[in-house]
C-alpha cells in the first residue's frame, strides 16, 4: 500500500481501521509499522476526529430550549393572527365622469377614437417627411439643367 493510498482510504473510512475493509487492514498496518508519514496521518485524523465528537454542535443544543423558542413564536404569530391588523386601504379617486356607469353612451368610444386620430396625425408626419425627403434626393441625384438640356 502507498501513502498515497493510505490518505485515500482514511478521508473514506477515518482514523479506526477496525472500520476500513478486512482487505485493506493488514496492508495499512504493515504501512504505519515502516512509514512515519502514515503514522502522522492516522494521528492527525483521530486528533480532527476527537474534535468534532467533542464539538459536535448535534449534542450541543438543549432540546428543552428549543421547544420553550418554538411555543413562543407560535404564542407570538397567534397573538398577531388574532389582533388581526389589516392595512390601511389605499386612496381611491372616484371620479364620476370616467366611470362607465356615469359616462354617456356616444362618449365611451371617444378615448379610443383619440387614440386613433392622434396615431393617424403621427402616421401622416411621418410619411409627409418621408416622401418629403425623397423627393428632395431625386431633384438633387437629377437635377433641372439635365431635363432642360435634353429637350
Known amino acids: 500500500m502507498t501513502p498515497k493510498q493510505f490518505a485515500a482510504l482514511i478521508d473514506r473510512f477515518g482514523a479506526d481501521l477496525a472500520r476500513w475493509p478486512e482487505a485493506d487492514q493488514g496492508p495499512a498496518q504493515a504501512l504505519l509499522a515502516r512509514s512515519d508519514e502514515a503514522a502522522l496521518l492516522l494521528r492527525a485524523e483521530s486528533r480532527l476526529e476527537a474534535y468534532f465528537k467533542a ?9 428543552d430550549r428549543v421547544f420553550r423558542v418554538v411555543a413562543a413564536v407560535q404564542a407570538q404569530v397567534q397573538a398577531q393572527a388574532k389582533l388581526q391588523v389589516r392595512p390601511a386601504p389605499a386612496v ?11 359616462m354617456p353612451e356616444a362618449l365611451r368610444f371617444a378615448g379610443p377614437f383619440a387614440v386613433l386620430a392622434a396615431t393617424a396625425m403621427l402616421l401622416g408626419i411621418y410619411f409627409d417627411e418621408m416622401v418629403s425627403h ?3 434626393e431625386a431633384s438633387s441625384a437629377f437635377p433641372a439643367s439635365i431635363w432642360i438640356n435634353d429637350l
Request: proline residues 9%.
Open 92 to 102: 381611491r379617486w372616484r371620479i364620476p365622469l370616467f366611470q362607465r356607469r356615469a
Open 55 to 63: 464539538h459536535d454542535p448535534v449534542q450541543a443544543v438543549d432540546e
Open 134 to 136: 425623397r423627393s428632395a
